[in-house]
Nanobody
Framework: QVQLVESGGGLVQAGGSLRLSCTASGSIVSMYGMGWYRQAPGKQRDLVADIDSGGNTNYADSVKGRFTISRDNAKKTVYLRMDSLKPEDTAVYYC???????????????WGQGTQVTVSS
């Protein structure tokens, strides 16, 4: 199985920056696309950004130009650099990724436990 552990969340003032990290561990054979989602209270979980195994990225319109997703395959880690943060960015941020593990022919999606990001005005 695969465990995803996020870190880097916290409280920041509007206009500030944070960098989230998500590291995968477990019996991983292959890593595929990885991404960040967020969920604010009372709202659905939405995609923030994702990155495929070739490094191609995709962003929600609300974060384009402010957030940057990247990955380090050797470290099995995906990052989310968040600049010019706004109060509306406040949410729990979740990492996910597609992996194939030993003794499995198929890949599946795994999720982290989430990290809180709070942006004060």
């Amino acid at each position: 199985q695969v465990q995803l552990v996020e870190s880097g969340g916290g409280l920041v003032q509007a206009g500030g920056s944070l960098r989230l990290s998500c590291t995968a561990s477990g019996s991983i054979v292959s890593m595929y696309g990885m991404g960040w989602y967020r969920q604010a209270p009372g709202k659905q979980r939405d995609l923030v950004a994702d990155i495929d195994s070739g490094g191609n990225t995709n962003y929600a319109d609300s974060v384009k130009g402010r957030f940057t997703i990247s990955r380090d395959n050797a470290k099995k880690t995906v990052y989310l650099r968040m600049d010019s943060l706004k109060p509306e960015d406040t949410a729990v941020y979740y990492c996910n990724g597609d992996f194939r593990v030993f003794f499995s022919e198929f890949r599946r999606t795994y999720w982290g436990q989430g990290t809180q990001v709070t942006v004060s005005s």
